[in-house]
């Protein structure tokens, strides 16, 4: 029981990786454009989890735009750590991926 329960957690953190990944990616090439997410409304309401906890968990961290000699910059330290705060729910997002799949095969092997 106990090696079920850490292959869990293990495999949740592996597939939150990637989830994180594509979210950072998206955020990332919207600053080109000024958008919230570079691949439009789907990927706006997939990351919404993502968007929110960044907003609660860093209210003055947003992309923090200025104006540098009159060329628009982004505060990357800010922008990293907005990036940051937005994992914990990659992590969810890669914990009830992992406990479907494995639903999902218990469920199939009482089939067969």
């Keep these: 029981m106990l090696k079920y329960g850490r292959d869990f957690w293990l495999n949740g953190f592996l597939v939150s990786i990637p989830i994180h990944v594509v979210f950072c990616i998206q955020a990332f090439a919207a600053l080109t454009n000024g958008g919230c997410m570079a691949f439009g409304k789907f990927f706006e309401i997939v990351f919404y ?54 639903y999902i095969r218990r469920v199939e092997g009482r089939l067969t």
Excluded: H
Excluded at 59 to 79: K, Q, S
Excluded at 86 to 98: E, H, I, Q
């Design 49 to 102: 989890p993502q968007l929110l906890s960044t907003v609660i968990l860093c209210r003055d961290t947003m992309a923090n735009y200025g104006f540098n000699e009159g060329i628009e910059a982004v505060g990357w330290g800010r922008y990293l750590k907005w990036l940051v705060a937005a994992y914990p729910v990659s992590l969810f997002y890669g914990l009830v991926l992992v406990g479907t799949w494995r």
